[in-house]
């Protein structure tokens, strides 16, 4: 429970709100405790993680925006033309400082937010330092709290993300296990878009400990104490390769092995395996060392018995399949291997173990990240003039009707509109709920607990829970933060009096945040459809190239290369994002939703028997292959890059030369037979590449020019 990310998190929030509510409850200084605790919650919702150096910077940089953010507010308050241009430009500007990193986004927002939080009390504020020192103080202290958490804990990130890789491989692998169940007519479509939503998650996990290791670096390269973590978060990276592998069709093993239980044995090989990665994220989080289950070389060995058995089996089964389960038998086996050696990560060291680090380190490079947004294709861009005009909007409303408590418009409006509509809808709904509940839960407490001390305790009480539901579940967390607002503003003798005001302004501020992501520069995701899809073929096909070199020169895990695998996994999981965001969006703006699909499960197919080339790269010396294999990248990397073309004009185009397509075809398949075991599997590969190239152009014909009729079939997985 100690080293639960939620509890210990919450224990630093704990202990932060005490440090303000008892201080000022011991010298009955109770209008003292709004500001103080804004100032807390904006401090912790702009901070993100780093080393403890890279922390101090940040707080510097962040006390500089909130210095300015709450200043601007107290000396334009009394004049609205020039506070609404100020609002409007402060807005745009902090929302494109996002471009540098994340830690500058989180700066940006909580900006933003101290700034609102200024506006909610400028109109008692006897001077023009008041509220920005209580705000700025708040902030402080939790600033100060959460490094002397850091100094006693300093590698606790590190640990807590890299054990959230582990448990994400362990939800992949079960993912991957339900394919090896094999049923009659087999449709692995469903299962295939299920992996490929598994895998994202994956993907995120890995990006996220990528960010940490990058915060601890000097521009990539990582030392001291997290480069024991570094080597194991490379093993993990190369177990997702293996993981997102696949080796043949799997509706075909299906086919021919119904009737046999070594489906069956693979399937439980990868529920093991699944199992010992969430021991692996245990070991982790608890710093223990991870014991290796013995089960799972149990398990192996039983199915190496039953690959044994199928040989020898009369009628023999096809070789050609019995094959495929061979190279899969080697896979799982490294995986676990791989798993062997997190206690001594060191036996698997790269020989290159820099990280890709993009974040700028000088002004000069800062501006220039800063000027590239500058462009209507730019999605930050447009969020940033979105979110801009939709707060100064705000702001009208409020002058225009004079309301009171008007300033939570621009709060809800804030925290909903966000730089899509399915995300801000999915916050408009947990947004309106969570108000709703923690109104009508608020109005009985306040009534039954009418001491300002037992309220005080209700009120650190809601902070903490706030913080331990935000990032998983924002109705919650609004509920508790609504409560929060309802006993602070009662310590000013308000409690009952904002109730109406926050409701309502809640509903004016989610309709603004609405119709801005709506009718202020839409990003409608089936027109970006086809861009994404592009730039998921491109990842695919840099990744594949970068794996065939590797088939002459032999096995090396180089910094170009890990960038191309994970750029290829990431577009994937951006083109599923995607996707799942356009479902959300209204009826009108949706098209090509099963050929999107579909396209969707053949690019993840083609990620995943590229995976399977990667995984299993070796040296190949004979020279007669490497003309075959090149002469099948070539036809395969020029299909590719046709259909990029073809997705990026939005035009259809002509379809290659069939015969020479389906010659080629034939002569990878006939090599089968004659060749090692890793000749076979590369020709084997290309060929499952090959034949799914003519569907991959169909379906870019019909989303290209919008005639999505089309109805998925098994043909491909």
């Not at 494109?96 to 700034?115: V, W």
């Not at 933060?481 to 009952?496: A, K, M, R, S």
């Not at 007669?624 to 990026?648: G, K, M, N, P, W």
């Not at 590449?689 to 999505?708: N, S, T, Y």
Request: aromatic share 12%; glycine share 4%; with cysteine.
């Amino acid at each position: 429970m100690w080293v639960n990310k939620t509890l210990n998190y919450s224990l630093l929030m704990l202990i932060t709100l005490l440090g303000v509510v008892i201080p000022t409850w011991y010298f009955q200084q109770h209008t003292l405790v709004t500001p103080l605790i804004l100032g807390v919650i904006a401090g912790a919702l702009a901070e993100s993680d780093d080393s403890v150096f890279g922390r101090l910077k940040a707080i510097v940089v962040t006390f500089i925006c909130f210095a300015i953010a709450s200043f601007s507010v107290e000396l334009l308050f009394n004049t609205p033309w020039l506070f609404a241009l100020g609002l409007f430009g402060s807005t745009f500007g902090f929302i494109l400082l996002g471009a540098l990193a994340p830690k500058y986004a989180s700066i940006a927002f909580g900006s933003l937010l101290i700034a609102i939080y200024t506006m909610l009390g400028a109109h008692e504020s006897p001077n023009i330092w008041y509220q920005p020192v209580l705000l700025l103080t708040g902030a402080a202290w939790y600033y100060l709290m959460s490094l002397a958490w850091q100094l006693v804990w300093p590698l606790r990130p590190v640990q807590q993300s890299l054990a959230g890789v582990f448990s994400q491989l362990a939800l992949h692998l079960q993912a991957k296990a339900v394919l090896f169940h094999p049923v009659s007519n087999m449709t692995p479509q469903p299962m295939r878009l299920e992996e490929a939503r598994r895998n994202a998650q994956t993907v995120d996990a890995l990006n996220a400990m990528k960010n940490v290791f990058l915060n601890r670096s000097k521009r990539g390269h990582v030392d001291g104490t997290s480069d024991r973590f570094l080597n194991i978060y490379f093993i993990a990276q190369d177990i997702h390769e293996r993981v997102s592998s696949s080796h043949y069709r799997y509706q075909n093993l299906a086919d021919e092995f119904a009737r046999s239980d070594v489906l069956f044995r693979f399937k439980y090989i990868l529920e093991s395996l699944a199992c010992a990665c969430r021991d692996v994220a245990s070991a982790i989080e608890l710093g223990k060392p991870y014991q290796h289950d013995d089960k799972v070389q149990q398990a192996l060995l039983e199915g190496q018995a039953a690959l044994t058995y199928l040989r020898s089996h009369n009628p023999p089964y096809s070789s050609r399949l019995l094959a495929q389960l061979d190279y899969l038998f080697v896979n799982l086996t490294t995986i676990d291997k791989q798993l062997n050696n997190v206690n001594n990560p060191d036996v698997t060291r790269l020989d290159e173990v820099t990280l890709d680090d993009t974040n700028p380190h000088t002004l000069k490079a800062m501006w220039q990240k800063i000027s590239g947004q500058f462009h209507l294709d730019s999605l930050l861009f447009r969020h940033a003039f979105r979110l801009a005009l939709a707060l100064t909007l705000g702001y009208g409303v409020i002058q225009a009707f004079q309301f009171e408590h008007g300033f939570w418009i621009l709060l809800t409006t804030l925290f909903v509109c966000q730089p899509n509509y399915s995300a801000t809808k999915q916050k408009l709904v947990a947004r309106v709920a969570g108000t709703f509940a923690g109104l009508l839960i608020g109005v009985p407490l306040l009534a039954l607990f009418p001491s300002l001390a037992s309220q005080l305790a209700f009120i650190v009480l809601f902070g903490v829970l706030f913080f331990a539901f935000r990032i998983n579940s924002y109705g919650f967390a609004t509920c508790f933060i609504t409560l929060l607002v309802l006993f602070c503003y009662n310590q000013l003798g308000e409690g009952y009096a904002v109730i109406l005001p926050r409701l309502s302004d809640t509903l004016i501020g989610c309709g603004i945040a609405v119709a801005a992501v709506m009718y202020i520069l839409p990003d409608w995701q089936s027109r970006r459809l086809p861009k994404a899809m592009a730039m998921a073929l491109n990842a695919n096909q840099q990744y594949l190239a970068q794996i065939i070199a590797q088939y002459r020169i032999g096995k090396n895990d180089s910094l170009s290369y890990r960038i191309a695998r994970r750029n290829a996994h990431n577009q994937d999981a951006s083109l599923a994002a995607a996707i799942s965001n356009m479902l959300i969006e209204p009826g009108k703006y949706r098209a090509c939703v099963d050929e999107s699909f579909r396209f969707l499960t053949l690019n993840h197919a083609l990620l995943s028997y590229i995976s399977a080339l990667g995984a299993h790269r070796t040296r190949i010396s004979d020279e007669v292959t490497h003309q075959l294999i090149s002469q099948a990248h070539r036809d395969i990397y020029a299909y590719l890059e046709q259909l990029q073309q073809q997705l990026l004009q939005r035009t259809p185009a002509p379809i290659p030369d069939a015969a020479q397509h389906h010659a080629l075809s034939a002569r990878l398949a006939q090599w089968r037979d004659d060749d090692n075991d890793t000749i076979t599997l590369v020709l084997q590969q290309l060929e499952l590449i090959h034949r799914m190239l003519p569907e991959l152009q169909q379906l870019a014909d019909k989303i290209v020019v919008g005639q999505c009729h089309f109805s998925s079939d098994e043909h491909a997985s």
